[in-house]
Nanobody, 123 residues
């Protein structure tokens, strides 16, 4: 079992920045690829970014490419999502997820999920 807890959400104006953190516990953190997903009201959960176990490979949704950066610190058992140039359409609950193995972009392939953190971008 892996437990993940997100933090860092909040209210920000369009064009601003936020950094989300996801702290993991329970198993060897470096055994897990990590992903960030988001879900806006009335919409399905969507992929945002993912990072490999070593941190050497990252993938992004087209909608956030060039604005968001995913990173991890295996010594601290934490994955981050730096969000810059935020837009109102980035408003959503952001979820951190973990899976044993290689990076994938489909939410159904992730085994462990946090409770989510709300990000609201005002125009």
């Amino acid at each position: 079992q892996v437990q993940v807890v997100e933090s860092g959400g909040g209210l920000v104006q369009a064009g601003g920045s936020l950094r989300l953190s996801c702290a993991a516990s329970g198993r060897t953190f470096s055994d897990y690829a990590m992903g960030w997903f988001r879900q806006a009201p009335g919409k399905e959960r969507e992929f945002v970014a993912t990072i490999s176990r070593s941190g050497g490979s990252t993938y992004y949704a087209d909608s956030v490419k060039g604005r968001f950066t995913i990173s991890r610190d295996n010594a601290k058992n934490t994955v981050y999502l730096q969000m810059n140039s935020l837009k109102p359409e980035d408003t959503a609950v952001y979820y951190c997820a973990a899976r044993s193995g290689s990076v994938v972009v489909s939410a159904r392939n992730y085994d462990y999920w946090g409770q989510g953190t709300q990000v609201t971008v005002s125009s």
